[in-house]
């Protein structure tokens, strides 16, 4: 069983920076897809970016683009998210997910992750 623990949220003002991991156990990043989402307050669950088993292929959504980076420690089985420039409207939960898909995952499409971690607040005061 795959689980996943996010860590590294937190309050930082507007124009900040902040690094989320996601530490991986009982799969290996080589055989997961993975993708980080937030959720706001009233809001959608919101595709943040993904990046495939490879670990060559990123994906970003349009909100983050050019301010994100998501990378992966292989030999710490982890994942991150580098933010900066952060804006108030990038306060939500932030979760971590995998997917054991092959050609089906669609990396913003959060209905193609079967693991979830319990997510970590980033909050971005103005």
């Known amino acids: 069983q795959v689980q996943l623990v996010e860590s590294g949220g937190g309050l930082v003002q507007a124009g900040g920076s902040l690094r989320l991991s996601c530490s991986v156990s009982?799969?290996?990043?080589?055989?997961?897809?993975m993708g980080w989402f937030r959720q706001a307050p009233g809001k959608e669950r919101e595709f943040v970016a993904g990046?495939?088993?490879?670990?060559?292929?990123?994906y970003y959504g349009d909100s983050v683009k050019g301010r994100f980076i998501m990378s992966r420690e292989n030999t710490k089985n982890m994942v991150n998210l580098q933010m900066e420039s952060l804006k108030p409207e990038d306060t939500a939960v932030y979760y971590c997910?995998?997917?054991?898909?092959?050609?089906?995952?669609?990396?913003?499409?959060?209905?193609?992750?079967?693991?979830w971690g319990q997510g970590t607040q980033v909050t971005v005061a103005s």
């Open positions: 997910a995998t997917s054991l898909r092959g050609t089906t995952w669609s990396p913003h499409d959060w209905n193609t992750y079967e693991h």
């Open positions: 009982g799969g290996t990043l080589s055989n997961l897809h």
């Open positions: 990046l495939t088993r490879s670990g060559l292929t990123t």
